[in-house]
C-alpha cells in the first residue's frame, strides 16, 4: 500500500479512537469549550494569560467546566463558592492528587505532596504529628525561626546597604528553618554542605531522579526509610521556594509603597520597640502588619491554581458525574481576586483585611494555602516565618 494512504488511514484511526474516548468518558462531566482529538483545548488557552482564560471560560460555562489536556479532562473549579462546596463540603472526595506521570514513575506514590489514598492520609498524619512533636521539644519551632532572623538580619547587614539581590539569602533562611527541624541544626551560609543542599534542591528533577527514590519497596511497608526520605524531599521541595519568594514579594511591594512600609514600622516600633525580637505573642497585637502580610500573599497570588487535585470516587457535584480520578483544578486566583470580598483586587492594599476601625479582618477568602484536607501541610510554619522574618528585618 502507499504509505501515505497507510498514514492518513492510521492518522484517522487515532482521531476516531481519541474522539471515541473523549466523548465516551465525557458523559455528564462539567461543560466547556470543545476539545480537538488529541491535543484537546490547548489551543484555546491562552498559555500566557492563563488566569484570564479561565475567568472567560467561566463566563462562557459557569463556575465548574471542563477542560481536555491532551485527551485527559480536568474539571476546573472558579470562584469561592465551587472550591468552597468541592474542598469543604465534599473534602473527602476532592482530597485526591492529579497524576503526575514524571512523578509518579520517580516517587512510586511515596511522601505527602504526590501520594494518595491510605498511603497519602497516614503519612500527612505521621508528619503533623511528628513536626508538632519536635516544634513542642525544648526548643521550640518559634525560637529557631527567630534565631535565624537573627542569622538573616546579620547577613543582610554584611551588604551595607549596597545594592544587592537578595535572592540567595532570602532562599537559606527558610531552607535553614526545615534543617534545623528536620536534622536539628542550621548550618552557616557558607558552610559547603549547606550550599550542596540548596544548589541540589534548586535542581529539584536531579533530586527526584536520584536512585534512592527510585528503590522499589514492597507497597504494602509504609514506614520505610524510602518513605521518610520522600517526606523529607517533600518538605524542603514544598517549604522553601514558597516562603522565600514570598518573602522576596513581601520586599519589593514594601519598597513600592513607602507608606505602607512607614505604618508597619510604627507598629514594630509601637510594640516590640528597639531592643528585643519580634515573636509570634506580638502578632495579635499588629493589624496592620498582619494584613500587610494577608495581602502580600492575596496580590502575589503564589499559586494560582493551587496543585493539582484528583477525585478518590465517582461523585456528583452540582448537577454533574465527575469520574474517580479525574484531575481537578482549584482556581485559588479566582478566589483571592473576588472583586465582592476585596474592592479593587488588582491594587495592594493592606486595607483589604482591615475594617474601620483599623482591627484585623478575617477573610474566608484567604485561601494562598489552599483549604479543605489537603491544603498546605505547612501553613502554621510558613506564617511563623513570614512574620518573623519580615518584622525582624524591618
Ligand atoms: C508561603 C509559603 C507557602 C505557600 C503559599 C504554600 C502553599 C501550598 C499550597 C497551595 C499547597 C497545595 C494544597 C492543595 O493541594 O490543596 C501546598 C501543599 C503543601 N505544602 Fe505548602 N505552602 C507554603 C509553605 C510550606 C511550608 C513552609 C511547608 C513545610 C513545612 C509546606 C508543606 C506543604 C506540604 C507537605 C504540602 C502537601 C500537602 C498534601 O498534599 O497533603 N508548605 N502548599
Ligand atoms: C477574554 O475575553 C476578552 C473579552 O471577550 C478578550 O478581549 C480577551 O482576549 C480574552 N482573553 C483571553 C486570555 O482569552
Ligand atoms: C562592608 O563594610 C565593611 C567595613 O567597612 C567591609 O569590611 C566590607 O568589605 C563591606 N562589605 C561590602 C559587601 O561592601
Ligand atoms: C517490586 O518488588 C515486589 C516484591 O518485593 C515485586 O513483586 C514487584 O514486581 C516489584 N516491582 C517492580 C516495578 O520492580
Redesign the pocket.
Known sequence: MDPVVVLVLSLSCLLLLSLWRQSSGRGKLPPGPTPLPIIGNFLQIDVKNIQQSFTNFSKAYGPVFTLYFGTQPTVVLHGYEAVKEA?IDHGEEFSG?GRLPAVDKLLNGLG??FSNGNM?KDM?RF?LMT?RNLGMGKRTIEDRVQEEAQYLVEELRKTNGSLCDPTFILGCA?CNV?CSIVFQNRFDYKDQEFLNLMEKLDENTKILGSPWLQVNCSQQLKYTIENLIVIVT??FG???E??ST?LRYAFLLLLKHPHVTAKVQEEIDHVVGRHRSPCMQDRSQMPYTDAMIHEV?RFID??PN??P?AVTCDIKFRNYLIPKGTTIV?S?SSVLHDSKEFPNPEVFDPGHFLDKNGNFKKSDYFM?????K??????G??RM??FLFLTTIL
Open positions: 474542598l492528587r505527602i505532596v497519602w500527612r508528619s513536626l527558610p526545615i517533600d518538605l514544598a517549604g522553601i514558597s516562603t514570598t500573599q503564589l499559586l493551587s496543585i487535585h482549584t485559588l494562598p494555602f489552599s483549604t479543605g489537603r491544603s498546605c501541610a505547612g501553613e510554619l510558613a516565618e513570614l
